[in-house]
Structure formats: structure tokens, C-alpha cells
């Protein structure tokens, strides 16, 4: 069977349109993939970025919101979009033959977004109860009082969703600015995966995307690690608890290994974590690790949840662990989670989503093609020491605590 191929051409406007070819396939997955996010945001405004894509399936270049679900689902196929901190995507999963349609849609509704003001005020309500609900999600909502904490009154550490206020305070030329201003062809790749043609790709692009803003992105607002403490509310049937320390950024020459440290301490049910306060004390039903890289920051962040009248044990017991793995780290726990790490990257890619998602990912951080060797190659090079060191350096530094349920709050 022949390897799967990646292409890459960039467009006299500065847009990227990339394709991996996968044989044996008859589907694809067509994205336009953005480096703008919620960390982009004046405050003023926090939440438009989540906002923005809402409203632009609510009617696009002369089709209305049903008009754009009954165009792709007249071919089976499937539109959706996600935004976090930083980034943004637009995505159609379709039949090989109808990636025309697919990027047609996407553009209307990039540069030819239909905002209508009573659509706005709806989508808001719509938002609104998002929010609500995540509230109302405890393992959810923890995560923003985390970033918060972490990234003190910095937009990084803003929620992506934003609050009653900021989103109350969106008009429709706030819409149309964000738009303009960050949506620029510098800094936006189309990125297709599955049965694709590169040389087709490129022209739907050339067509379809030509009106384009020139230029790239500002840079955003660099991240610095506050650290601190949030506490949420106290009625809860559970007590929540989610620590986080400064990590490597995305090209720091120690991320893999603190990639990998993470895992080896909450990565699966092999974990200490898992293993020592779920199997082996009883103490917590959820408990995991992980680590999120940014362009400048990372933030390994750690979350559990337990009974209120054990939480304070839970909480002893994943600092005793942590301190542990920096200095005990074996070189198994190392193989297993650099085999998983591995396994992983390869089983995400087996779909054309997860391959075009890869793809968009790797231009975003290296500005290039990747190919997935090259990542199993730096996973493969990190030794005992480093992932022991760069387990140390993160829990060295200052940390930021989210509880919610917790009885009580011991300092950190």
C-alpha cells in the first residue's frame, strides 16, 4: 500500500492549503484552520472568538442556517466548527466527490457571513446557556477557574466562552471587526485529508478564497504564570480539585519530555495517579494528568475528583505522588507511555479528520509539514534523566489551584 502524502502550497495571499492523501479511502475531511482564538480577545469582548463561530452558521453567502445543514447533509455529509484559547476550525466531513462543496461553504461562511441582529440576540441566549450548563459542570467550569488562576487578568487565562457581561456587549460590527482583523490569509492554513487531490484543492482554493484580508496575526499578549488559588462554590456532591504548573511551550527543547513525564503521572489507568489513588486507596473515581502547550506557555494541570470527607487525603496523597515520580521515574512507566504516546498519534490519524487535524496542527506550531516519524523520533529520544528533570522543573515552580466542594483549602 502507498504511504500516505503530504502536500503544501501557499497562495500569493499568503494562505496555506495543504492535503494528505490517504489510499484506500473514499471520504475526506476539507478544514480552514485559524491561529486566531479566545486569547486574542479585548476583554471587553471576551467570548466573540466562541461567538463569531456560532453566528456565521446561522446564514452565509445567500443560504440561510437550514439551507446550510440541508446542503451538506443532502450529500451525507457534516459541517462543524471548535474554538479554544488558540485556535479556531472550520470543518466538513464529506463523500471525496463533494469536497467542492465543502470548501464553498466554509468560505461563504468566512467572508460572506449573514449577521442579522435578531440572530444575534438568539444566538447570545444560545451561549448564555452554555455557559449555564458548564457551570453547572463542575469537571467543566474547574478548568476555567484553573486557567485564572494560572493566567491571572491575562486573556490566556479568560474563558473561552466569556461571561453574561462580555457577551451581552458583542454587536454585529464587533462581528464583522473580529472578522477583518483575524482573518487574515497569513495566518489561516485549508488543510484537506482522506481521497484528495492537491492540484484540485488548490484551485477551489485560489477561487473560493481569494477575497481574503492580506497579512498575518499580531502576536498575542505574552503569557506569564501568575499562579494562585480559586475557589468555587462549596455545595457540591463531590469535592473537585485541579492543580497546575508552568510547562515547556509547544518548541521549548523539554517539551516531549514533560510531555511524556505527565503522562507517565496521570496518563491512563496505568498511571501513579490513577493507580495509587484509585486502585490502590479508593480515594477519587477521576484522576488524570496532561499537559497543554501554547506558542510561549504549557501548563501541566492536574484534576481529581473525591468524596468531601477524603478530599483532603486525595489532595496529600497526589502532592506525595507528584514529588515522588520527579525523583523515581522508572524507565518502564518511561517506554509504556512513550509506546501509548505513539500508538495514539498513529490511531488518531487513521480517519481523515484526525489526519487533517494533525496536518493543521503541525503547520500552526512549525510553519511546515511534519511528518508523523519525525514525532515518533522525538518521543523515541527522550531518556530517563530528562523526563525525571523536566518533571522537576515544572513542580519546582509557582502552581495555581482550583477547588470546588472542598470543605476546606489548605494553602499551597
Not at 515522588?324 to 495514539?344: I, P
Request: charged share 25%; net charge negative.
Amino acid at each position: 500500500m502507498r504511504a500516505c502524502m503530504m502536500q503544501l502550497t501557499t497562495l500569493s495571499n499568503g494562505l496555506r492549503v495543504a492535503t494528505r492523501e490517504m489510499p484506500g479511502v473514499e471520504t475526506a475531511a476539507v478544514g480552514l484552520y485559524s491561529d486566531t482564538g479566545s486569547r486574542y480577545e479585548p476583554a471587553r469582548v471576551n467570548g466573540i472568538a466562541h461567538l463569531f463561530e456560532h453566528m456565521v452558521f446561522k446564514g452565509a453567502g445567500g443560504r440561510s442556517a437550514r439551507e446550510i445543514s440541508e446542503a451538506i447533509e443532502d450529500v451525507g455529509g457534516d459541517l462543524n466548527a471548535a474554538t479554544d484559547r488558540d485556535g479556531t476550525n472550520f470543518m466538513a466531513s464529506v463523500m471525496a466527490e463533494h469536497i467542492p462543496l465543502g470548501v464553498e461553504l466554509i468560505a461563504d461562511m468566512i467572508l460572506r457571513p449573514q449577521f442579522a441582529s435578531s440572530e444575534l440576540e438568539r444566538e447570545k441566549d444560545v451561549v448564555l446557556q452554555e455557559l449555564g450548563e458548564a457551570r453547572d459542570t463542575p469537571n467543566d467550569i474547574i478548568f476555567d477557574d484553573l486557567w485564572s488562576a494560572a493566567f491571572a487578568d491575562q486573556p490566556l487565562g479568560r474563558s473561552v466562552l466569556g461571561d453574561e457581561a462580555s457577551i451581552e456587549a458583542i454587536t454585529i460590527e464587533d462581528l464583522h471587526d473580529w472578522r477583518r482583523g483575524q482573518y487574515r490569509a497569513g495566518s489561516l492554513s485549508l488543510v484537506a485529508a482522506g481521497k484528495v487531490d492537491h492540484a484540485v484543492l488548490v484551485e477551489l482554493a485560489e477561487k473560493h478564497f481569494e477575497g481574503l484580508p492580506l497579512g498575518t496575526l499580531s502576536t498575542p499578549e505574552p503569557a506569564r504564570f501568575t499562579g494562585g488559588d480559586r475557589v468555587g462554590r462549596a455545595s457540591s456532591d463531590q469535592a473537585h480539585l485541579a492543580l497546575a504548573f508552568r510547562g515547556p511551550a509547544q518548541l521549548d527543547e523539554d517539551y516531549f519530555a514533560a510531555r511524556l513525564f505527565a503522562d507517565a503521572v496521570g496518563g491512563g489507568m496505568s498511571s501513579r495517579l490513577f493507580q495509587q489513588l484509585r486502585e490502590d486507596r479508593g480515594l477519587a473515581y477521576s484522576v488524570y494528568a496532561s499537559l497543554t502547550p501554547y506558542r510561549d506557555v504549557g501548563l501541566l494541570s492536574i484534576y481529581a475528583a473525591t468524596a468531601r470527607r477524603q478530599s483532603a487525603a486525595a489532595a496529600q496523597l497526589i502532592e506525595d505522588v507528584l514529588a515522588e515520580a520527579a525523583q523515581t521515574l522508572t524507565q518502564r512507566e518511561l517506554d509504556r507511555v512513550r509506546t501509548q504516546s505513539r500508538a495514539g498519534l498513529l490511531m488518531s490519524m487513521e480517519s481523515p479528520w484526525g489526519q487533517a487535524h494533525y496536518v493543521a496542527r503541525q503547520l500552526s506550531v512549525h510553519g511546515r509539514l511534519v511528518d508523523p516519524s519525525e514525532v515518533v523520533a522525538e518521543l523515541a529520544a527522550v531518556t530517563l534523566d530528562q523526563a525525571r528533570e523536566a518533571g522537576a522543573k515544572m513542580l519546582a515552580g509557582p502552581r495555581a489551584r482550583a477547588t470546588i466542594g472542598f470543605p476546606a483549602v489548605r494553602a499551597a
